[in-house]
């Protein structure tokens, strides 16, 4: 939810940006553009600080847990591995 949220919140913050420059008299496409990718990327670094960091955090969150069942799943293969070997012969 919250990856939606801060997309979302980027979407508009674009689509402002492009509204605000077109209604200040930028007509050149390209320089259209590129002024609104430029200001909409600097307004979002620091307007959608929070959001942006929730998102890492449920990002990082994600990853830790799968990283964690891959590392279990390959505890148990190795536990079942050691089990299926045949005994040492005694000394």
Do not use: K
Not at 11 to 35: K, T, Y
């Amino acid at each position: 939810m919250t990856v939606l949220r801060y997309s979302v919140l980027r979407l508009m913050l674009l689509f402002g940006c492009l509204l605000v420059l077109w209604l200040v008299g930028v007509r050149n496409v390209v320089l259209l553009v590129a002024l609104t990718a430029v200001l909409s990327i600097t307004l979002s670094y620091f307007l959608l600080r929070g959001p942006r960091d929730a998102m890492a955090q449920t990002l990082a969150d994600r990853a830790a847990r799968r990283a964690g069942h891959t590392r279990a799943d390959a505890d148990a293969a190795a536990e079942d591995a050691e089990d299926e070997r045949p005994p040492a012969p005694p000394v």
